[in-house]
């Protein structure tokens, strides 16, 4: 059996766990947020919080724009129901916007049509870690005065023209869910352009209290100053994380190796597409897509490969044709590919501990099955 997806596991996961329990202080912000933390800072040279989700890093970000009730949001309909829900619990309405076929990113040059006196901010989804045309979308939300909050949910550890996902736009946020290339089980990161909106964010992180700054003997005794909630995960979540972001580099080559052998070896399969990486972008192999056909065909490919023990899922169901996107968005302009393009999207099982006998396995019952 050849799974879809196993969980990264290094090795040194246990033995940090138990140094966060044998600390004493297994709740937020110990040794080893501090040690993610400092990882992630000296990454992203940006300034970064570790939180209980990407969904919390969204929702925190949508809090420190002061999104408001009848405010309009930009972003793309293919993507994970969290980037509209961060937005929808404020009271805005998404706008969706039609993706690019090549990338299954937002499609930058549609961006501009959907603004209206409303919108206050555009949320570019990095799919399969594979930047968005940034450039554009930045020049486009200077010129109308909006605010850019990067979904790099898939995004650690990859590029754009040098620069890490998460930290071009006002706000950046990661998951380091199971499914992602760096796991803490439940849990994400929140990346902060402006200094002074970061002393905000760490404030609604701690409940709405200026904890942080008490913490740093800032202040001499803390107390509320701000509406927020609890944002930050527990130490022995982030030991577990520590330890993976210590081998980050190793983890990145062996995606990486993966990928490339899935597109070396599938690159003669004349019936189905492979993924397109843009030269600006650096990617990290979050995943490994083909495109069938149509629908009917994946459907065909995907029970295939399960009689042949080899599990492969598709996503999104585009946000905009399901019952709350109905309710709470619209669609601006044509659906030429979201809807088209996500029927023939399949995912390939990529993780971590995959051996390259069972990526070459799973190229030769593709070929198999086009045969
Ligand atoms: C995984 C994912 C999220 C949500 O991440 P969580 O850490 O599970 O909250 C949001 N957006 C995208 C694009 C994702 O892939």
Known sequence: MIDFNVPTYVGKEKEYISKAIDNKKICGDGEFTKKCH??????????????????????????????????????????????????????????????????????????????????????????AGVACEMDTIMEIA???????????????????????????????????????????????????????????????????????????????????VDAGSSYLPSDINAAYLYAQLEKAEDINEKRLHLWDLYYESLQDVKNIELPYIPKECKHNAHMFYIKTKNMEERTRLIKYLKENDILTVFHYIPLHSSPAGKKYGRFNGEDKYTTKESERLLRLPMYYGLKDKEVLEVCDKIKKFYK
């Open 38 to 127: 400092k990882w992630l800072n000296e990454k992203t040279n940006s300034n970064v919080l570790l939180t209980t989700s990407c969904s919390h890093a969204l929702d925190m970000s949508a809090i420190l724009s002061d999104i408001k009730s009848g405010d309009e949001v930009i972003m793309p309909s293919f993507t994970f129901v969290s980037t509209a829900d961060a937005f929808v619990l404020r009271g805005a309405k998404v706008v969706f916007v039609d993706i690019r076929p090549d990338t299954m990113n937002i499609n930058e040059k549609l961006i501009e049509e959907a603004i209206t006196e409303k919108t206050r901010a555009i949320v570019p989804v990095h799919y």
């Open 142 to 224: 200077k010129k109308h005065h909006l605010l850019v909050i990067e979904d790099a949910a898939q995004g650690v550890m990859s590029e754009y023209k040098g620069k890490p996902l998460g930290t071009m736009g006002d706000y950046g946020c990661y998951s380091f869910h199971e499914t992602k290339n760096y796991s803490m089980g439940e849990g994400g990161a929140l990346l902060v352009k402006d200094k002074d909106n970061f002393e905000r964010a760490e404030i609604i992180r701690e409940k709405g209290t200026d904890r942080s700054r008490f913490f740093r003997g800032q202040v001499d005794k803390y107390t509320w």
